[in-house]
């Protein structure tokens, strides 16, 4: 019997803090290693996953070079950044899956309607393949619509990272979308799977 477990988790505002980009009025992923920084107490969320025995899986649309917002060499110098922070407290990733893809873009190479960008499954689905995961057992944790719905689509238990408010509510509502957690950040949803895993 599968018992393997796993929590895949979003990267940028889960992970990592969104940047203000004042020119476009929004708040977005990092275009740049310079930009890329932990968001406080995401190292020892991380470690308590891994004390109770869960795989650490990023799961990641970064559509930022089919966006034309940063090479592909930025993009690994990124994820080069987030590893050595890591690496540092002794925690990392037991795997990244990323779709680089948009529909949109520009570049031949990265427009594409592929099954791998969320809330399409492909990257979980790779991933329960590789780790022999059993996904009722497993937590998918982000902040992203996209994030719920393919939690959802997978019967995958989730927790939603954010503020609860009238928009979101109504959002949760118009695509049937019921988190077992909404926590203000890594550390309390890593709380409350550490409560879950317990009682389990």
């Known amino acids: 019997?599968?018992?393997?477990?796993?929590?895949?988790?979003?990267?940028?505002?889960?992970?990592?803090?969104?940047?203000?980009?004042?020119?476009?009025?929004?708040?977005?992923?990092?275009?740049?290693?310079?930009?890329?920084?932990?968001?406080?107490?995401?190292?020892?969320?991380?470690?308590?996953?891994?004390?109770?025995?869960?795989?650490?899986?990023?799961?990641?649309?970064?559509?930022?070079?089919?966006?034309?917002?940063?090479?592909?060499?930025?993009?690994?110098?990124?994820?080069?950044?987030?590893?050595?922070?890591?690496?540092?407290?002794d925690v990392n990733f037991d795997d990244q899956f990323y779709c680089l893809h948009h529909p949109q873009s520009k570049i031949n190479n990265y427009k594409l309607k592929c099954d791998c960008r969320k809330p399409n499954t492909k990257l979980v689905l790779d991933a329960i393949e590789k780790f022999e995961l059993d996904i009722k057992n497993c937590f998918y944790v982000g902040d992203g619509l996209v994030d719920l719905q393919l939690a959802k689509s997978l019967n995958c238990k989730s927790v939603y990272i954010g503020n609860l408010n009238s928009t979101i509510s109504n959002l949760f509502l118009g695509k049937n979308l019921t988190p077992n957690f909404i926590a203000h950040d890594l550390f309390e949803a890593a709380q409350f799977i550490e409560s879950k895993t317990k009682l389990s």
């Not at 869960?54 to 090479?71: D, H, R, V």
């Open 1 to 89: 019997m599968i018992k393997n477990k796993a929590i895949f988790l979003d990267r940028d505002g889960v992970i990592n803090d969104l940047v203000y980009y004042p020119e476009e009025g929004l708040l977005d992923s990092p275009n740049s290693a310079k930009q890329f920084s932990l968001i406080p107490r995401v190292i020892e969320s991380l470690k308590i996953f891994k004390k109770l025995g869960y795989f650490l899986i990023l799961i990641s649309n970064q559509p930022g070079i089919a966006k034309e917002k940063y090479t592909y060499d930025e993009f690994l110098r990124i994820k080069n950044k987030m590893e050595s922070l890591l690496n540092a407290s």
